[in-house]
């Protein structure tokens, strides 16, 4: 396969995939925009090969090769080039290259991801943190390289907008997680407002839930507010996709509130249409003047 029809195949699933990152993606110029395509199709796969693993196919073993190829690609003699087979691969050789994207950050998501194989619960939030950590706010560092941002408290904002990010995911997605027999909200929070495991897994709306969700739902505020208070002015332009996924994630926990937190009567997201909006206004806020 080719540069090029690796990179096609990567835009390809970055389009179909409809996911909220990918209307951050058209404010980017072109060679930027792959490399986030490259970065998105990434991530996808890996998460797909433990969340939705194909029949009698072993998770670990799909993760080991993950691995074993972004190590091979640091290994090259200097050519630029990938001996894999893997379309993601090959195009992400020439983007590492190019943005210097330390192999660290790709290795920690692997890891964050794999977290998921053994861990299904999380007594403290300090042990949350972790995850949310590995599966956002270093995919947030990653994005730092390909946007151009510079300056230190670039990489704050990143590491508080991947933990608000995470938190939004895990509060509108109680019901997914728990038939996946996760639950990914600490017990120690669970325990403080007397809401059980198995009321979650059975989606009850109670008075202690609505108690547990405000405060779930503040807490990430927190992360959001300080994600905003750490964005540096010299990178506000470079980081103009972030600022529109952090617009269209804010509203997604917004609604998670005005719906007075019954996540479990249907997914909370936003139409395609709302989505440009939220990403319009946001554009028009940081470019303005």
Not at 89 to 104: E, F, K, T, V
Not at 133 to 157: D, M, N, W
């Amino acid at each position: 396969m080719t540069s090029h029809e690796a990179q096609q195949y990567c835009t390809d699933l970055a389009r179909r995939s409809g996911s909220n990152f990918y209307y951050s993606f058209f404010f980017l110029p072109q060679e930027r925009r792959d490399a986030m395509h490259a970065v998105y199709a990434f991530c996808h796969e890996v998460d797909g090969a433990v969340d939705d693993p194909a029949p009698g196919s072993d998770p670990r073993t799909h993760l080991a090769r993950w691995r074993a190829d972004v190590a091979a690609l640091y290994r090259q003699d200097g050519d630029g080039g990938t001996h894999s087979s893997n379309p993601i691969i090959i195009c992400l050789a020439d983007h590492i290259r190019l943005l210097g994207i330390p192999q660290d950050y790709f290795d920690e998501i692997i890891a964050g991801v794999e977290m998921d194989l053994t861990i299904n619960r999380y007594a403290t939030f300090s042990d949350l943190y972790q995850y949310c950590y590995r599966v956002a706010s270093v995919v947030g560092l990653v994005c730092l390289k390909i946007f151009g941002a510079r300056a230190p408290e670039s990489q704050t904002y990143a590491v508080n907008l991947g933990i608000a990010f995470q938190l939004t995911n895990i509060l509108r997605d109680l019901k997914v997680d728990g038939a996946r027999g996760r639950i990914y909200l600490p017990t120690e929070d669970l325990t403080r407002f007397g809401y059980g495991e198995q009321e979650l897994l059975a989606g009850a709306c109670t008075p202690a839930f609505t108690s547990l969700m405000e405060f779930e739902c503040r807490r990430a505020q927190e992360y959001y507010r300080a994600a905003e208070a750490a964005l540096p002015e010299s990178d506000r332009r470079a980081l103009l996709p972030a600022e529109i996924m952090r617009a269209i994630y804010h509203t997604i926990l917004e609604r998670i509130e005005a719906s007075r937190y019954d996540v479990f009567a249907r997914r909370v997201t936003l139409s395609p249409p709302r989505r440009v909006a939220v990403a319009l206004g946001a554009w028009f806020k940081n470019t303005r003047g």
